[in-house]
């Protein structure tokens, strides 16, 4: 079936920058929404940011904006999120997720990535 798998993960100072990708088989995403999770040990996962098929709407947590740019490219079924000005609090395993529809703010999304976990320093 659908595959996801997160790749781009890493250890970084705050302040620093980072580029999370996801890689999508078995289907073509085109008409799927994507969006980005992420959990850190003992909290809940939360949504990061979500894009339309088309790349024409996105949506952020407001704990992200201005900081976080995630983007899209159907042609080689690939999701990216660029993290810029990294903080301790962004420390978590990050996950990829798919959905026909919207892009959603919640986690009811078909498909999940196994993770990228992401550290940031003080």
């Known amino acids: 079936q659908v595959q996801l798998v997160e790749s781009g993960g890493g250890l970084v100072q705050a302040g620093g920058s980072l580029t999370l990708s996801c890689a999508a088989s078995?289907?073509?995403?085109?008409?799927?929404?994507m969006g980005w999770f992420r959990q850190a040990p003992g909290k809940e996962r939360e949504f990061v940011a979500a894009?339309?098929?088309?790349?024409?709407?996105?949506n952020y947590a407001d704990s992200v904006k201005g900081r976080f740019t995630i983007s899209r490219d159907n042609a080689k079924n690939t999701v990216s999120l660029r993290m810029n000005r990294l903080k301790p609090g962004d420390t978590a395993v990050y996950y990829c997720?798919?959905?026909?529809?919207?892009?959603?703010?919640?986690?009811?999304?078909?498909?999940w990535g196994q993770g990228t976990q992401v550290t940031v320093s003080s």
């Open positions: 078995g289907r073509t995403f085109i008409n799927y929404a």
């Open positions: 894009i339309s098929w088309s790349g024409l709407t996105t």
């Open positions: 997720a798919a959905k026909y529809g919207l892009p959603t703010i919640s986690s009811s999304y078909d498909y």
